[in-house]
């Protein structure tokens, strides 16, 4: 199962609405997770059942989807919100990752 | 505090052989499952391989099927990661990853170690 990200890059301003999209190569009802990278950094879990928020991780972060779209929404983004972040589907194996949206700041 | 802490990384000649550490403490570790993931310099994340609470079960990415090994000594709350005929491309941060948070029917990766390198070149 192959998963694309879009977009690969984006920028945005400290306050914006940021949304990024995941879409499986088939359907993996709701076996997906949402990771942040921050350069240098471990990925940190942010998102897992496609909707279910980590614990600790703010309330401005929230995931939405299932079957092959999957969509990881910022509802307002904040400094430390810039970083790269990955899907990874829990479906089958192997467990593959999106190729990362990297979040930048405009 | 969950911790999980890598080792055994460095520099490889390619076809060479490494073995991975992954010190685990603040949680059961006979009951996760646990995982490796790496991260070429630069590039994105690939998971690699993981193993069941009590070894049983092991699943590994193709690239590295028949070339890597992954272990565990509950006793010693420690996991490995036999590396053989290392290539070029196996260079790579390699995080070890706990399987640990329950959710919709699965256990999902939770907690992830700062990672060892390794570096394959001649």
Known sequence: IQLTQSPSSLSASVGDRVTIACRASQGISNFLAWYQQKPGKAPNLLIYAAST?????????????????????????????????????????????????????? | EVQLVESGGGLVQP???????????????????????????GKGLEWVANIKEDGSEKNFVDS????????????????????????VEDTAVYYCVRVGRWGSYRYWPDYWGQGTLVTVSS
């Open chain 2, 64 to 87: 590295v099927k028949d070339r890597f090994t992954i272990s565990r000594d509950n006793a010693k709350n420690s996991l490995y990661l036999q590396m053989n005929s290392l290539r």
């Open chain 2, 15 to 41: 076809g060479g052989s490494l073995r991975l550490s992954c010190a685990a403490s603040g949680f059961s570790f006979s009951r996760d499952w646990m995982s490796w993931v790496r991260q070429a310099p």
């Open chain 1, 53 to 106: 928020l980590e614990s600790g991780v703010p309330s401005r972060f929230s995931g939405s989807g299932s079957g092959t779209d999957f969509t990881l929404t910022i509802s307002s983004l904040q400094p430390e919100d810039f970083a790269t972040y990955y899907c990874q589907h829990l479906n089958s194996y192997p467990l593959t990752f999106g190729g990362g949206t990297k979040v930048e700041i405009k």
